[in-house]
C-alpha cells in the first residue's frame, strides 16, 4: 500500500507541476480588461502593473482562457490522485513527494522556453529528489498512526487557518508587485493546503474507525473543502504578485512542512521513530530545502529580474 501511495504521489507531483506552469502563464500573459476596452480611466500601464489585487473583472477574463483551464483540470487531478495516496499512507509518506514538483516546474518551464537547464537548475533538481527519496524511505518503516479525537482537530483547524489569515492579510494589504507579497501569499495557499492534506488523512483514518457518515469525518470533509477553496483563490493572487518559482517552492515546501507538524500533532505519526532516524529525517528534509531554494536562484525568470534590475540601477546610475 506504501508503494502503491508513494506512485499515485508521484502522478499527482506531475500533475501539480504542469498545472503550475500553465496557469501561472495564463495569470501573467491575460490582458487586463480595462486595457483591453480603455475604460475606467485605467490607460496607464503602470496603473493596472500597481494594483494590488486582481480585480473581478481581470481574474474572470483569466479563469476563462483555455490554458488557465487546462492547469485547473490537472490540480484537479492532481488533488484527487493526492487524495487517495493519503488514505494508504501516513502524511510523513506521502507529502514529502510533492516537493518533485519543483524540479519538474523548473524543467518544464526551461523546455517551453526551449533553454537548456543551467547547472544551477540541476543541482538544485538534483537535490530535491535526492533529499526527498531520503526522507520517504526513512519515513516508511516508521510511521504509525492513530485516530485524534474531535476536539483536537477542531482545535488544530482553527489554528492553522488563523496563521492562514494572517499571510494573506499581510500579502494583500501590500500594494503593487514584489517577492515579499508573492511570499506571503503563497505561504497563505501553503499553509491551507497542507492543512487540507491533515484533514483528509484524518478523515480516512475516522472513517476506518467509526465509518464514513461519522461527526468528525463530516466535518474534516467540510473543513477540506473550506481549506481548498481558500487555496484555490489565494494561489491566483500569488501567481500575479510574483514568480512562479517563489509561489511553487512554497507550496511545494511549507505544504509538506504543515502536513507532517500536523500529523505528528494530531494522528500521532512518528511517535515511535528512534532519534537516529529524525536525524537522518532531518538531513533529507534539509537537504530539500536547499535543493528548492537552489532552483529559486538559478530559475531563468529569476536570473532575467536579477539582470533587468541591475540594468536598471545602472540607467540610474
Known amino acids: ?143 504509525t498512526t492513530h485516530t485524534p479525537t474531535a476536539a483536537a482537530t477542531v482545535v488544530a483547524g482553527l489554528v492553522v487557518m488563523g496563521l492562514v489569515a494572517v499571510l494573506a492579510v499581510a500579502g494583500l494589504s501590500r500594494s503593487g508587485q514584489g517577492p515579499l507579497r508573492c511570499l506571503a501569499l503563497a505561504s497563505a495557499v501553503a499553509v491551507a493546503y497542507g492543512l487540507l ?33 481558500v487555496g484555490a483563490w489565494l494561489v491566483q493572487h500569488a501567481y500575479h504578485a510574483g514568480a512562479p518559482e517563489i509561489v511553487i517552492a512554497c507550496l511545494t515546501v511549507v505544504d509538506p512542512i504543515v502536513a507532517v507538524l500536523l500529523g505528528a500533532v494530531l494522528l500521532g505519526e512518528g511517535s515511535s521513530t528512534p532519534v537516529t532516524a529524525w536525524v537522518i529525517l532531518g538531513a533529507a528534509a534539509l537537504t530539500a530545502t536547499v535543493g528548492v531554494l537552489t532552483l529559486a536562484h538559478h530559475h531563468p525568470d529569476a536570473v532575467a529580474a536579477r539582470a533587468e534590475r541591475e540594468d536598471t540601477l545602472a540607467v540610474g546610475a
Open 1 to 143: 500500500m506504501t508503494i502503491l501511495a508513494i506512485g499515485l504521489t508521484l502522478v499527482g507531483a506531475v500533475c501539480f507541476a504542469v498545472a503550475s506552469v500553465l496557469q501561472h502563464h495564463a495569470v501573467t500573459t491575460t490582458e487586463h480588461p480595462d486595457v483591453l476596452d480603455g475604460t475606467r480611466g485605467a490607460t496607464r500601464p503602470g496603473e493596472l502593473a500597481g494594483r494590488r489585487n486582481l480585480s473581478t473583472r481581470h481574474l474572470l477574463a483569466i479563469v476563462r482562457r483555455r490554458r488557465w483551464l487546462q492547469g485547473a483540470g490537472l490540480a484537479g487531478i492532481g488533488s484527487l490522485v493526492n487524495g487517495f495516496a493519503l488514505l494508504l499512507a501516513p502524511l510523513r509518506v506521502v507529502q514529502p513527494v510533492g516537493v518533485l514538483a519543483v524540479p519538474l516546474a523548473v524543467l518544464l518551464s526551461a523546455a517551453r522556453a526551449r533553454r537548456r537547464p543551467s547547472r544551477g537548475v540541476l543541482l538544485g533538481a538534483a537535490l530535491t529528489v535526492g533529499g526527498v527519496v531520503v526522507f520517504v524511505v526513512a519515513s516508511a518503516g516508521s510511521a
Open 197 to 229: 492534506s491533515a484533514l483528509v488523512r484524518v478523515a480516512a483514518q475516522a472513517a476506518a474507525d467509526t465509518g464514513i457518515l461519522s461527526p468528525l469525518v463530516l466535518g474534516c470533509a467540510a473543513g477540506a473543502l473550506v481549506a481548498f477553496a
